[in-house]
């Protein structure tokens, strides 16, 4: 395992956990708490034991207070302070947007454990969960017109996908503060929970994947909504969706899946996303920052 120093990972039977780990500053996001993160999520995407992950912030205050505005390296805080001509140079690349980037090419269930404020990147590294859930004293905000910049880390693309284009106009062109109910309402967050069952709701939905499913249908599943639900045409869904169940339909999981269902028992699927994709994943080629 790594000597991380910005977050914690443990790994638990089927689950992961990542903790965002610099209390003394409600857990405020860093470079180098980017890249550490990107790391970890490299090693459960590798990791064919692990089903789900979950990430968290430490403490009852924070999830992540946005990126940190005093870095110890006394650089600016939001972007590269290198002047470039070109603005397809990688210097300008957002880092929050390098790390969603990541997210969402994960292939693991993503679910989020808010447990306190998250705003400005710490609300936008949420958005490419695949589910999140929030504690009662979370509070949310996309604040970046008060801080005199605009939405980052490709929130433009997920936002609206997730509450609507209305909500994610109001949330973002206000910047305010908005609390957990507000959330849920607008369908950001799964549910809301006390704070001291946070994390054992999250843990429940990470054990009702890791039991009961399979590991390819899950990663299919994700890749396919995710990327398949801003296709142009529904036939761009239909020519994956057949491909995908004429594959999998042939393999050892759907055979166990039947087998169990039958039978009456738990499954036990023997295929790992590391060795068993099918032949066609990934079908799209990712594009580049340019």
């Known amino acids: 395992m790594p000597d991380f120093t910005q977050i914690k990972?443990?790994?638990?039977?089927?689950?992961?956990?990542?903790t965002l780990h610099r209390p003394e500053k409600m857990n405020a996001f860093t470079n180098a708490m980017r890249d550490e993160l990107i790391e970890a999520i490299d090693l459960t995407d590798v990791d064919d034991a692990v089903r789900a992950v979950i990430v968290t912030g430490e403490g009852e205050?924070?999830?992540?207070?946005?990126?940190?505005?005093?870095?110890?390296?006394?650089k600016g805080p939001f972007a590269a302070d290198e002047e470039v001509d070109d603005l397809s140079d990688p210097i300008v690349r957002d880092g929050g947007g390098r790390l969603v980037m990541r997210l969402f090419n994960s292939q693991k269930p993503l679910i989020g454990a808010c447990n306190g404020v998250a705003v400005g990147v710490g609300a936008t590294m949420q958005l490419p969960f695949d589910m999140r859930l929030a504690s009662e004293n979370a509070r949310f905000g996309f604040v970046f017109a008060r801080r005199g910049i605009t939405p980052e880390a490709a929130s433009s693309w997920f936002l609206p996908r997730l509450v609507g284009m209305q909500t994610a106009l109001e949330w973002c062109m206000t910047g305010r503060i908005f609390a957990a109910d507000e959330a849920l309402?607008?369908?950001l967050v799964r549910?809301?929970?006390?704070q001291g069952e946070l994390m054992d709701a999250a843990r429940g939905?990470?054990?009702?994947?890791?039991?009961?499913?399979?590991?390819?249908?899950v990663a299919m599943t994700r890749a396919m909504l995710w990327r398949l639900s801003a296709a142009e045409h529904p036939m761009m869904a239909h020519r994956i969706d057949s491909r995908a169940i004429y594959r999998l339909s042939r393999g050892q999981d759907a055979k166990e899946g039947i087998a169990s269902f039958l039978e009456k028992r738990a499954p036990d699927f023997p295929g790992n996303v590391t060795t068993d994709m099918p032949d066609f994943y990934p079908w799209w080629q990712e594009p580049e920052y340019k």
């Not at 549910?191 to 006390?194: A, D, G």
């Not at 990470?206 to 590991?215: D, G, P, W």
């Open 9 to 18: 990972l443990d790994i638990d039977g089927a689950i992961a956990t990542i």
């Open 61 to 74: 205050r924070a999830f992540c207070a946005g990126a940190d505005l005093t870095p110890a390296s006394g």
């Open 185 to 187: 309402a607008a369908g």
């Open 191 to 194: 549910s809301v929970h006390p």
């Open 205 to 217: 939905l990470a054990r009702e994947i890791a039991e009961n499913t399979s590991a390819l249908s």
